[in-house]
T-cell receptor, first 109, second 109 residues
Framework: DADVTQTPRNRITKTGKRIMLECSQTKGHDRMYWYRQDPGLGLRLIYYSFDVKDINKGEISDGYSVSRQAQAKFSLSLESAIPNQTALYFC????????FGPGTRLTVL | QQPVQSPQAVILREGEDAVINCSSSKALYSVHWYRQKHGEAPVFLMILLKGGEQKGHEKISASFNEKKQQSSLYLTASQLSYSGTYFCGTEKDDYKLSFGAGTTVTVRA
């Protein structure tokens, strides 16, 4: 079984809809991260969490929110999706080494 | 602030060497290197820590010049499996990474 799982793997939605992307990890790490990847821009940090009670904004947090439900679970929400949020989203966990999930491809029409 | 990677892309024949550079405008605690193959998640290659410690890949080496805030990744005697996009991630003292835009490496037979 994969160490980091993300659901859904693909999602097409419409402008204005609320979307939640979920991430679970079995590696037992305290730290978890959400990134988005756009062509030519690399990976940009949206939010990160160092433990269940710790949530921090990354470089591009506007329009996103997160919830750390347990050590193993970290969810990313788009309260009102816009086309500009069309991207590949990765969850990761770890410290010196970050282990990435398989990604969620989100399309906002 | 994202680090700057160069070159943006490089094409090699099997057995050739290449160098990928990563530079930051801020003082760094560590530099991390990841490789992403098409359609897959980024995978950790190595970490270079302030003070010279290096952990990671057995066949790909890297250097970290702390004074210049620069790191270089050396692909020696490249193999077909080295193809992919390489990202450097720079860490200051706040335990989160800023990734560069990536360098696409294509190794041809």
């Amino acid at each position: 079984d994969a160490d980091v799982t993300q659901t859904p793997r693909n999602r097409i939605t419409k402008t204005g809809k609320r979307i939640m992307l979920e991430c679970s990890q079995t590696k037992g790490h305290d730290r978890m991260y959400w990134y988005r990847q756009d062509p030519g821009l690399g990976l940009r940090l949206i939010y990160y969490s160092f433990d269940v009670k710790d949530i921090n904004k990354g470089e591009i947090s506007d329009g996103y929110s997160v919830s750390r439900q347990a050590q193993a679970k970290f969810s990313l929400s788009l309260e009102s999706a816009i086309p500009n949020q069309t991207a590949l989203y990765f969850c990761a966990t770890g410290s010196d080494t970050q282990y990435f999930g398989p990604g969620t491809r989100l399309t906002v029409l | 602030q994202q680090p700057v990677q160069s070159p943006q892309a490089v094409i090699l024949r099997e057995g050739e060497d290449a160098v990928i550079n990563c530079s930051s405008s801020k003082a760094l605690y560590s530099v991390h290197w990841y490789r992403q193959k098409h359609g897959e998640a980024p995978v950790f290659l190595m970490i270079l820590l302030k003070g010279g410690e290096q952990k990671g890949h057995e066949k790909i080496s890297a250097s970290f010049n702390e004074k210049k805030q620069q790191s270089s990744l050396y692909l020696t005697a490249s193999q077909l499996s080295y193809s992919g996009t390489y990202f450097c991630g720079t860490e200051k003292d706040d335990y989160k990474l800023s990734f560069g835009a990536g360098t696409t490496v294509t190794v041809r037979a």
